[in-house]
């Protein structure tokens, strides 16, 4: 991919965000000036970025909902939701031709019919889909007698047929030159793309330079051609088509006789008339633009030879300048400033060009104003830094950065197994112990490198809770549901693995909140409770570990209607039906197949929500749990690990095989002696500190033959499923190990009783158990 459009793909995402994120702060206060003007600088810096690369329908579509943007920030419009619904639903396209774009390098084929109706949904308040952007000019550019000299770069013999056909259809033609700065294209100017979109284009000329510089001198990202284009687009179009560089364009409209006498050799019109048509647009349009350019343009017009600059032009140059410095925050006093002071104002006002509002400085009159008097303060010296410095890297980098870590804690472990081997297998106990001091030096500096590198894939849950404003205001309106959704822990750090994979359960959960536990406003008021519902994301760090809750107020879970629904799906026996308390009750939303929605929707009622949940987050190591209280509100609460890079696991052995089991599962360690083993119902069992825990036998529950020796004591490794304590007979106890987890592939992906596999140090391979699954085989076979 193009390198330059690799970096355009990954701003645009944080300007995508951040309009959307602006576009929802401004529908709950649209008085903000300062959330409109963030709004409209983020689609600006968009559309500029986008307008480097062949993608017509994207600037089209960017350019409509500026548009109206700067129609919101200049208070011709207020915004509403219907606004609000046209300019989320086009960034929302935008993103999604993106996405095609990353794939395909190119937008998808059916761009343009997706884009046209949104973009006159987008035109129509500020009047059609022909309303350009207003300026300061009135009507159209009249039609001058003699024609510029820069007509000449179009072929002559051309510049005779189309007089020949102006005389016959008393006509006038359009004509432009376009003078791109050098230094255009680090503003995100392409000059090539922005003269492919001039309407009816008739004839392109290329201005090139007088002398172009030796290979040695030639700088690729310097543009040095310029363009003059024959059109018969309205001046009106062209404007609009040119408005983000209104300093760089002159625009003309000649009729037959002004290109014949041009084509005669007569010398060009240098008037003061003549000039101030070809200028003074320049000066009306950038009114509407940038502060900079209408310094540079003020400055063209004051400096241009044969141009007198007095009366109600040197009225509109004042006008200008008072609005760049206003534009600026840098207050003048222009109100009878001659062209030297005017200068003068211009020189000042460019150098304090900044993004950031200065000071006022001393009123400006005929007296030019010298360098030492300007503003005190201004960092006028490039050097220090400004914030911290942020280096962007390939996520791919970053990942494989972290593999490597996982290798090298791999092949650290290995050094344990080759102090055992010195000391077993060659009786050097001097040498075991140099090899542990290495083992133990690399082991530090391996856990240094892993913690370093984990804050760099460390993100915010922010991340994970940006998505839900949006899909909150969507659904509730479509719900017919006022809710207020809060989120509080935003700044909790998690592996950006676990943020990725967090996103499907919490919509899922935020979904089932709206759609069955917050009641429509109506009700809520029938019970007491403020109309507007509260829905709250939380995030807190535990330990090793990241909690987040999905809390609301609304209607809680019913345990009566849950039960019997359980029951009428032949999820729970008639037994069942009787005997389960209200927290397993609540816990049946979890069962596979389980939906107390009557009808099914788009939103609900599959029965595949809250399974999915659970599935998710206990394949990322999870656990999920719900509490509810009837008429208050739910709360649902996810505990994942901080990362999934690196799985710490405890390592036993059943008939002379190696197994791991998650370190977070493990609760402790004991040896029983054989008498003290019991049995309740065909169950083994152990009392534990006066708790009678079920004990499993691993081995046949992994169907593996092996047996313990009469008498021997019983290795018992105590685990926590689900909030339930079993204990595993196993072999032997070994060491707690760091390995990097490998999903099992091909013919063992059925087996569902692994999670993964691991390499151990000593190049053996580990499989690590899914204890759930385990268990699950363990009641079967029992």
């Known amino acids: 991919m193009n390198p330059l459009l690799a970096q355009f793909l990954a701003e645009a995402n944080d300007l995508l965000a951040q309009v959307d994120e602006g576009l929802l702060q401004l529908e709950r206060d649209p008085g903000d000036p300062e959330l409109v003007n963030e709004v409209f600088r983020a689609a600006h810096t968009f559309k500029g970025s986008s307008g480097l690369f062949d993608f017509p329908e994207l600037t089209r579509l960017t350019h409509a909902a500026e548009d109206l943007?700067?129609?919101?920030?200049?208070?011709?419009?207020?915004?509403?939701?219907?606004?609000?619904?046209?300019?989320?639903?086009?960034?929302?396209?935008?993103?999604?031709?993106?996405?095609?774009?990353?794939?395909?390098?190119?937008l998808p084929a059916g761009a343009g019919t997706e884009a046209a109706g949104l973009i006159t949904r987008l035109r129509a308040p500020l009047g059609g889909e022909a309303v350009a952007a207003p300026t300061t000019t009135a009507g159209p550019a009249p039609v001058i007698s003699t024609a510029p000299e820069w007509l000449a770069w179009l072929d002559a013999e051309w510049l005779t047929e189309i007089a020949s056909w102006l005389a016959t259809t008393s006509s006038t033609m359009r004509f432009v030159r376009y003078l791109p700065d050098d230094d255009c294209f680090f503003r995100a100017e392409d000059p090539l793309h922005l003269v492919r979109q001039v309407p009816a284009l008739e004839r392109l000329g290329l201005i090139q330079p007088e002398q172009w510089p030796v290979p040695d001198?030639?700088?690729?990202?310097?543009?040095?051609?310029?363009?003059?284009?024959?059109?018969?687009?309205?001046?009106?179009?062209?404007?609009?088509?040119?408005?983000?560089?209104?300093d760089q364009i002159q625009i003309?409209?000649?009729?037959?006789?002004?290109?014949?006498?041009?084509?005669?050799?007569?010398?060009?019109?240098?008037?003061?008339?003549?000039?101030a048509v070809a200028v003074t647009p320049v000066i009306d349009s950038a009114l509407a633009a940038d502060a900079r350019a209408v310094l540079h343009a003020a400055h063209r017009m004051l400096t241009m030879e044969d141009l007198v600059v007095e009366g109600a032009r040197l009225a509109s140059?004042?006008?200008?300048?008072?609005?760049?410095?206003?534009?600026?925050?840098?207050?003048?006093d222009l109100a009878e400033a001659g062209p030297p002071a005017l200068i003068a104002a211009v020189d000042l006002l460019a150098g304090e060009a900044a993004p950031a509002p200065v000071a006022a400085v001393a009123p400006v009159h005929d007296t030019p104003v010298r360098a030492e008097d300007r503003v005190e303060g201004r960092a006028d010296d490039p050097g220090g830094q400004v914030g911290i410095r942020v280096l962007k890297v390939d996520q791919e980098k970053v990942d494989r950065l972290m593999e490597l870590v996982g290798e090298l804690n791999v092949a650290k472990n290995g050094l344990t197994f080759l102090a055992a081997a010195a000391e077993e297998e060659f009786g050097s106990r001097a040498l075991s112990r140099r090899i542990k001091d290495q083992y133990a030096g690399m082991h530090r500096i391996a856990e240094e490198l892993q913690a370093a590198v984990m804050d760099v894939r460390m993100l915010p849950l922010s991340v994970a809770f940006s998505r839900f404003p949006r899909l909150v205001r969507d659904l509730s309106r479509r719900l017919g549901k006022t809710i207020e959704l809060v989120t509080e822990g935003g700044e909790t750090m998690a592996d950006k693995d676990v943020i990725e994979a967090l996103g499907d359960p919490l919509v899922h959960l935020v979904r089932n909140s709206l759609d069955h536990g917050i009641e429509p406003p109506d009700e809520r008021?029938?019970?007491?409770?403020?109309?507007?519902?509260?829905?709250?994301?939380?995030?807190?760090?535990?330990?090793?570990?990241?909690?987040?809750?999905?809390?609301?107020d609304g209607r809680g879970v019913d345990p009566e209607r849950v039960k019997h629904k359980a029951y009428e799906k032949g999820l729970i026996s008639e037994e069942e039906l009787e005997t389960l308390s209200d927290t397993d009750a609540v816990d049946l939303v979890f069962r596979p197949g389980f939906s107390t929605a009557d009808q099914v929707s788009d939103l609900s009622g599959r029965g595949v929500g809250m399974d999915a949940v659970r599935a998710s987050v206990e394949k990322l190591g999870g656990s999920v749990t719900m509490r509810s209280k009837l008429g208050q509100g739910t709360s649902t609460r996810l505990r994942l690990p901080l990362s999934m890079a690196v799985t710490q696991v405890m390592v036993v052995s059943v008939a002379g095989q190696r197994f791991g089991i998650p370190v977070d599962l493990v609760v402790e360690t004991v040896k029983?002696?054989?008498?003290?083993?019991?049995?309740?119902?065909?169950?083994?069992?152990?009392?534990?500190?006066?708790?009678?825990?079920?004990?499993?036998?691993?081995?046949?529950?992994?169907?593996?033959?092996w047996s313990l020796a009469e008498g021997a004591d019983r290795p018992i490794l105590v685990v926590s499923v689900n909030g339930q304590r079993v204990g595993l007979l196993v072999e032997q106890f070994h060491r707690e190990v760091d390995v990097i987890l490998k999903p099992m592939e091909g013919l063992l992906a059925y087996a569902a009783e692994f999670s993964g596999t691991a390499l151990l140090g000593d190049g053996l391979v580990l499989l690590v158990l899914n204890m759930k699954e385990v268990l699950g085989l363990a009641a079967r076979v029992a």
């Open 69 to 106: 943007l700067d129609a919101v920030r200049g208070g011709r419009l207020a915004l509403d939701s219907g606004m609000t619904d046209d300019l989320l639903a086009s960034f929302d396209l935008i993103r999604g031709w993106l996405a095609h774009v990353t794939a395909h390098e190119r």
């Open 217 to 246: 001198d030639y700088d690729e990202y310097t543009c040095l051609i310029s363009f003059v284009v024959a059109t018969r687009a309205s001046t009106g179009e062209l404007e609009y088509l040119f408005r983000y560089v209104p």
């Open 252 to 275: 003309v409209e000649l009729d037959s006789d002004a290109i014949t006498r041009h084509l005669s050799g007569e010398p060009p019109l240098h008037t003061e008339e003549a000039i």
């Open 317 to 332: 140059v004042r006008h200008a300048v008072a609005s760049a410095a206003w534009a600026l925050g840098v207050p003048v």
């Open 525 to 552: 008021s029938v019970r007491g409770k403020a109309p507007t519902a509260r829905l709250t994301l939380t995030a807190v760090a535990d330990g090793d570990a990241v909690i987040v809750e999905v809390a609301d």
């Open 672 to 705: 029983v002696p054989a008498g003290g083993m019991g049995r309740v119902l065909h169950q083994d069992v152990v009392m534990m500190r006066g708790e009678v825990v079920p004990v499993i036998d691993l081995a046949r529950a992994l169907d593996m033959p």
